[in-house]
């Protein structure tokens, strides 16, 4: 069963970068495509950014595109999210999880909050 560990949110203002972990156990990762999502209170889980199992394929979607960065480390089994010029709407609980295929059961996340 793998479980999921994300790490790395926190309080910073608008403008600010901040860079989140995320560490799969289990022996599935470095065959997975994964992603992270994100939930602001009141809304739906959304998909903010993928990467496939190698590395090739990575999509964003157009609210972070050209602030965010998704990478893997296979051999760690963590998958990050770089986190740059940030905005108020950027807060949000932080996830990751697979992506095109059937998710994992989901972790805690991590709460990131861009106030001033």
């Known amino acids: 069963q793998v479980q999921l560990a994300e790490s790395g949110g926190g309080l910073v203002q608008p403008g600010g970068s901040l860079r989140l972990s995320c560490v799969a156990s289990?022996?599935?990762?470095?065959?997975?495509?994964m992603g992270w999502y994100r939930q602001a209170p009141g809304k739906q889980r959304e998909l903010v950014a993928r990467?496939?199992?190698?590395?090739?394929?990575?999509n964003y979607s157009d609210s972070v595109k050209g602030r965010f960065v998704i990478s893997r480390d296979n051999a760690k089994n963590t998958v990050y999210l770089q986190m740059n010029s940030l905005k108020p709407e950027d807060t949000a609980v932080y996830y990751c999880?697979?992506?095109?295929?059937?998710?994992?059961?989901w972790g805690q996340g991590t709460q990131v909050t861009v106030s001033s």
């Open positions: 289990g022996t599935s990762f470095s065959t997975s495509g």
């Open positions: 990467i496939s199992f190698g590395g090739v394929t990575i």
């Open positions: 999880n697979r992506a095109w295929s059937a998710e994992w059961a």
